[in-house]
């Protein structure tokens, strides 16, 4: 009875005789598996009463998967010779007819790939679309696993069996998605699989019944909005170029492709403009690369090398064209370009040979070609798609502004470093007050250089000025303000007016400044320390804008702070500015820093104070190496701000190296002065500079008592110059002037500024002092 109808016979014991196509289709069992066994063991439940009388009713059966079907039978019987009942032809009743067959052909002609496996994990049924998927004919996956017939298929413990015995054990449907990889027997794809239990009448599961449908493409693009996540946080974390390039190649390497190069052109890591691309072969230098492939040589090029592209290759073809080029075997010029690459780099054979597709993206960001980055897949895998090369572009476009950012910091920090560079005192000027050593270390962190500075500054009578100061804010507007807040100290230095003077000064200069242009001192701040150091008293005058005090290391190594009172900081106006003074032994060190060097998240400044008074007082061999061993011990790991540190070892004049008179306000008196004076030149064994010290003397004692006032002192200084200095108690200040030609006088400050190597004065707390310098022969 072999027709489309599901039909079967029965002899008059139940034993069936016969069974049709539509009766294979609708319970899956073949002729030969049912024929010759009781009708009763297809059923899975018992037939409702009355149905055999009537031979008529619904009938739960037992497919071959393991499932239940219900389906409505009708009976007719057979009659023998004798006219009695010798069997029974039972069909479907046609009403129903149709939509019994569709439960078998829903499934056999589904576009889903469908599989029925046992509790044993054996393959009881496949579909037509699971058949052509795999290749293979059911009869070939009947019974066995499906990690038998499909290698390389998510099939161990971790994936396909696993649910499978899930789905047994817990009678629990599960979904879940895997991939396959490109050297299986499916493909590169990603798959969707769901499986639920099939139960028998007593509810106990049988078999189970898995659905799978291809998700590439839903999958590839959650790949892709992952990728492009990733890149958003990932990429740019750091304003360097080469950690960016890393970044991207990090994010390409193994997910979007085999192997990844960045290459940019030489200007971009420098200083220079932007040039224009090449015409020919292209010069470009490695950044950075990464391979997923394993067994293969290292890449040709390594980082921090050039090597030359010619005309037909990818990264030049994009870099002159201005947009992603996507080659790979076939296009003649990758043929060609391969073909140079190996007769150049032959031990790279094996990796090109493999390559199935070449992707090269160039690196534009404002419009500026900047370089190229480079991909390449490999066999099994397939190659690039459009999809790809809009991924490719927008993780280029990224990476390419995230290069560009760092470009322009390094530029611009490597502007500010010069700027300040010329700035800072490249040598210090020689005076003997001090010993000192200095450094300064910019910052290295994406805020860009700092405004910090320091300064030595001669002062007349053997003095010296050590200056130190901070502006807040980096990059080149500090540094410029920075500038001219030095030069502006330098000048009010040279008047020399007392610290606290001085910084009185220069906060009216910041404020005049603010208030014609906007400076960026009265925007961001500044802070200044200025000190001023007398060899011949031991005296340390200071005063601070803000800035931190200075710690003094003494000869028997304690150390303390100076209780300097901490100003305003510069541009605040109309606040006074404190001066403080200390006497100090000779060989102590005096330290003057910025805040930079105490700026530590992890340490609160007092601790940082402490360490860095216990730095100073480690033995060392000189100033410069206590240098360094303060910054080694004190400077945070990754300093974020500027730091400069100046130390200065004090010296002393002795009493033979100073001599000094008091004069009275009587003209007759210069006579007697003239005469001690050479009699203290030839016991100096300076008789050469008699000539010269004699008029100097002369000229400033006759003009302190004929136009200053009482008291007046001569003071002479053997220093590595000679110094003579004449006080008096009048604040007036003498100034040159041109003489006429009939004039008696007016000529004596003229012949002194002629014969010395400078001359100037400076107000004090009693009147003003004039001082005269003459050079002298090296010792």
């Known amino acids: 009875m072999e027709h489309v109808s599901a039909t079967a016979t029965l002899d008059a014991r139940g034993t069936l005789t016969g069974w049709s196509e539509g009766a294979r289709r609708l319970t899956g069992y ?121 290698e390389g298929v998510d099939a161990d413990d ?89 970044e991207l190649i990090g994010i390409l390497v193994p997910r979007f492709t085999d192997f990844a190069t ?69 296009d003649p010029d990758f043929d060609r370009w391969m073909r140079t690459r190996n007769e150049l780099f032959p031990a790279g054979r094996a990796f090109r040979d493999r390559v199935s597709s070449t992707l090269a993206v160039p690196l534009r960001a404002r419009g500026t070609t900047m370089g190229v980055a480079t991909a390449m897949r490999v066999s099994p895998r397939g190659p690039f798609g459009p999809e790809d090369i809009a991924l490719a572009e927008e993780l280029a476009s990224r990476a390419a502004v995230c290069v560009d950012n760092a470009r322009r910091f390094a530029r611009e920090r490597s502007t500010a470093l010069a700027l300040q560079h010329s700035l800072l005192p490249r040598g210090l000027p020689g005076q003997s007050a001090v010993e000192v050593a200095h450094r300064y270390l910019p910052s290295g962190s994406a805020a860009g250089i700092g405004g910090d500075w320091f300064d030595v500054i001669p002062l007349s009578g053997s003095r010296v000025a050590l200056v130190v100061g901070d502006v807040v804010g980096h990059g080149i507007p500090s540094s410029a303000t920075m500038g001219r807040l030095c030069t502006a100290v330098r000048t009010l230095a040279d008047v020399d007016l007392p610290p606290d003077e001085l910084l009185t000064h220069l906060d009216d200069l910041v404020a005049h400044l603010a208030a014609d242009g906007g400076d960026e001192v009265a925007e961001l701040g500044a802070t200044c320390l200025y000190a001023v150091y007398d060899p011949v008293t031991g005296r340390l005058g200071l005063a601070s804008a803000g800035h931190p005090p200075p710690v003094l290391v003494l000869p028997d190594g304690t150390t303390r702070l100076v209780p300097v009172s901490p100003g305003p900081p510069l541009g605040v106006g109309g606040l006074p500015f404190e001066a403080t003074e200390a006497v100090l032994p000779e060989g102590t060190v ?132 000679l110094i003579c200095e ?51 022969p090296p010792l």
């Not at 932007?274 to 950075?288: N, Q, S």
């Not at 300076?686 to 009482?710: H, K, M, Q």
């Not at 002629?754 to 002092?769: E, I, P, Y």
């Open 262 to 330: 960045v290459d940019l052109l030489d200007w971009v890591l420098g200083a220079e403009e932007p040039l224009a691309v090449p015409a020919e072969d292209i010069v470009l230098r490695r950044v950075a690369h990464r391979s997923a492939a394993t067994g293969l040589p290292k890449p040709s090029v390594r980082p921090g090398d050039t090597d030359v592209y010619p005309p037909c290759s990818a990264p030049a073809r994009a870099l002159r064209e201005g947009r992603p080029v996507l080659t790979g075997p076939g």
């Open 590 to 721: 005096v330290a003057l820093y910025t805040d930079g060097l105490l700026e530590d998240p992890d340490h609160d400044v007092d601790r940082a104070t402490t360490e860095l008074c216990q730095a100073l007082t480690a033995p060392t061999g000189s100033l410069d190496a206590l240098c360094d061993g303060v910054l080694k011990s004190v400077l945070p790991a990754d300093p974020r701000d500027d730091v400069a540190l100046l130390l200065a070892r004090t010296r002393t004049l002795g009493t033979g190296q100073v001599a000094t008179w008091n004069v009275s306000p009587d003209p007759a008196q210069v006579a007697d002065v003239r005469r001690s004076v050479m009699e203290r030149l030839t016991a100096w064994d300076l008789d050469e500079a008699a000539f010269v010290t004699e008029l100097v003397v002369s000229e400033l004692v006759t003009n302190a008592i004929r136009y200053g006032e009482p008291p007046v002192q001569l003071r002479l200084i053997r220093d590595h110059t």
């Open 726 to 776: 004449v006080s008096d108690g009048s604040s007036t200040s003498p100034h040159l002037r041109r003489a006429h030609a009939y004039d008696e006088g007016g000529r004596g400050l003229l012949l002194v500024a002629q014969l010395t190597q400078r001359w100037g004065s400076r107000q004090t707390g009693d009147g003003k002092t004039i001082w005269a310098e003459q050079t002298l």
């Open 158 to 246: 971790s994936g396909f069996l696993r649910h499978l015995r899930q789905v047994v054990d817990t009678g629990r449907s599960v979904r879940y998605e895997t991939l396959t990889p490109a050297a299986s027997r499916l493909g590169e794809h990603a798959w969707t699989i769901e499986m639920w239990p099939l139960r028998d009448t007593s509810g106990e599961v049988t078999a189970v019944a898995v659905a799978g449908f291809e998700s590439t493409e839903q999958h590839r693009t959650r790949q892709r909005l992952a990728l492009l996540n990733e890149a958003a946080t990932g990429i740019g974390t750091s304003l360097d170029v080469v950690r960016t390039a890393e």
């Open 30 to 150: 073949p002729a030969e598996e049912v024929v010759g066994r009781p009708a009763r063991d297809l059923l899975a439940r018992e037939l409702p009463p009355g149905a055999l009388s009537e031979l008529s009713g619904k009938a739960v059966l037992r497919h071959r998967d393991g499932s239940a079907v219900t389906v409505p039978l009708r009976g007719c019987p057979l009659l023998g010779a004798d006219g009695t009942p010798g069997g029974y032809a039972v069909t479907v009743e046609s009403p129903d007819e149709r939509p019994l067959l569709l439960t078998g052909e829903t499934f056999q002609q589904s576009s889903l790939s469908m599989f029925v496996h046992d509790t044993r994990e054996r393959c009881l049924r496949a579909n037509d679309t699971a058949q052509r998927m795999l290749g293979l004919p059911e009869e070939e996956l009947i019974g066995r696993r499906l990690p038998e017939v499909v």
